[in-house]
């Protein structure tokens, strides 16, 4: 199985402020015959189902502002959130979908 | 809008089954894959398996093996995920989530609202 470890595992950041989430896969999730990363980026708050925010490992979905991005490639990721808002306070988590079993990591949890 | 409703919370004994079900809307069911990802409280989330609601194929996470079964009927737009031999580490909330195509390999982009499955005796 593919190991997914995110760190930190929690940051405080202040409003405006950028905040950053490290992602590591035990092994990559860059599939050669497409140059696809199998990664995604997941947002959850408190009683809420998870909530798609990036995937392809830099792909924004639908409707997610443009303060949130995804950047790296291989076994190596990051979330960025460059101006920390009010409503971004959540766990973020990670998934490789490359093979299963699908997995993910820890969670961060950002908070202000 | 594609929506996915979840069945109510369940309580169940240690050793029995539970099954949940997922009303898809908004979009047409058989032309993607749906997901099962569970969340133990306070934990981080665990993927189950996934079915191809086109042809009905299934994929299981080894964990799960044996005691897992993902159906569907294309008929009423609903997936169902089946657990057997409950034990209170089961205790969870379950998700269902619509993957990409049917192959299975995709993000998960819309999510159920979540069904809690309590196990006790």
């Known amino acids: 199985d593919i190991v997914m470890t995110q760190s930190p595992d929690s940051l405080a950041v202040s409003l405006g402020e950028r905040a950053t989430i490290n992602c590591k896969s035990s092994q990559s999730v860059l599939y050669s015959s497409d140059n696809k990363n199998y990664l995604a980026w997941y947002q959850q708050k408190p009683g809420q189902p998870p909530k798609l925010l990036i995937y392809?490992?830099?792909t924004r979905e639908s409707g997610v502002p443009d303060r949130f991005s995804g950047s790296g490639s291989g076994a190596d990721f990051t979330l960025t959130i460059s101006s920390l808002q009010a409503e971004d306070v959540a766990v973020y988590y990670c998934?490789?979908?490359?093979?299963?079993?699908?997995?993910f990591g820890p969670g961060t949890k950002v908070d202000i | 809008q594609v929506q996915l409703v979840q069945s109510g919370a369940e309580v169940k004994k240690p050793g029995a089954s539970v099954k949940v079900s997922c009303k898809a809307s908004?979009?047409?069911?058989?032309?993607?894959?749906m997901h099962w990802v569970r969340q133990a409280p306070g934990h981080s989330l665990e993927w189950m398996g996934w079915i191809n609601a086109g042809n009905g194929n299934t994929k299981y996470s080894q964990k799960f093996q044996g005691r897992v079964t993902i159906t569907r009927d294309t008929s009423a737009s609903t997936a169902y995920m089946e657990l057997s031999s409950l034990r209170s580490e089961d205790t969870a909330v379950y998700y269902c989530?619509?993957?990409?195509?049917?192959?299975?390999?995709?993000?998960?982009?819309?999510w159920g609202q979540g069904t809690l499955v309590t196990v006790s005796s």
């Open positions: 392809w490992a830099s």
């Open positions: 998934q490789q979908y490359y093979s299963t079993p699908f997995t």
């Open positions: 908004g979009y047409t069911f058989t032309n993607y894959a």
């Open positions: 989530a619509r993957g990409g195509d049917g192959s299975g390999y995709y993000h998960l982009d819309y």
